[in-house]
């Protein structure tokens, strides 16, 4: 597995088309990217891999809200649904936990947005790195990660 960093998720919004603004910033939590780029928590973006009787899925959610696991297990049809370790993050994505982007990650994964993040015309995302966001338009976001919408927030 190659360690990936910010140079590859600026790649992949680039070969997608998105247009996008970068920040540093304190980010390794959702809470403390907010403060940092004065934004709603609502509006940051946590980028969770969750494992699907063992298969990864990625499910965007804003920093305000935290995944419905039973939800979540009704849509992926999974019997067991539980947040992945940090090993497997990593290994998963290329990037350590509190660094995860929605894209640019060593291998395409399944991509669940929370409804919840369509009221917010900006979104804040991670960049790669702890002190790297990047912010983009909803739609952007979607578009992207060819993410399903789907009610999986509380």
């Known amino acids: 597995m190659s360690e990936r960093g910010p140079a590859d ?36 973006v946590k980028s969770l891999l969750f494992l699907a009787d063992g298969a990864p899925a990625l499910v965007l959610v ?4 935290r995944v419905d696991t039973r939800r979540l297990k009704g849509l992926l ?5 539980m947040i992945a370790s940090a090993e497997r993050v990593t290994a998963e994505t290329g990037y350590p936990p509190g660094a995860v982007p929605p894209v640019g990650c060593v291998a395409p994964l399944p991509v669940w947005i929370d409804a919840g993040l369509a009221q917010h015309a900006t979104v804040y995302v991670s960049g790669g ?26």
């Open 77 to 81: 049809g999974a019997r067991r649904v």
């Open 9 to 44: 998720v600026e790649a992949a919004l680039q070969a997608a088309g998105i247009a996008y603004r970068r920040y540093r910033a304190h980010a390794a939590r959702a809470d403390q990217a907010a403060e940092s780029l004065g934004v709603t928590l609502g509006a940051v």
């Open 62 to 65: 804003g920093g305000d809200r």
């Open 129 to 154: 790195a702890v002190d790297e966001m990047i912010a983009l338009a909803f739609e952007d976001l979607r578009r992207a990660t060819g993410g399903q919408i789907a009610d999986v927030g509380m």
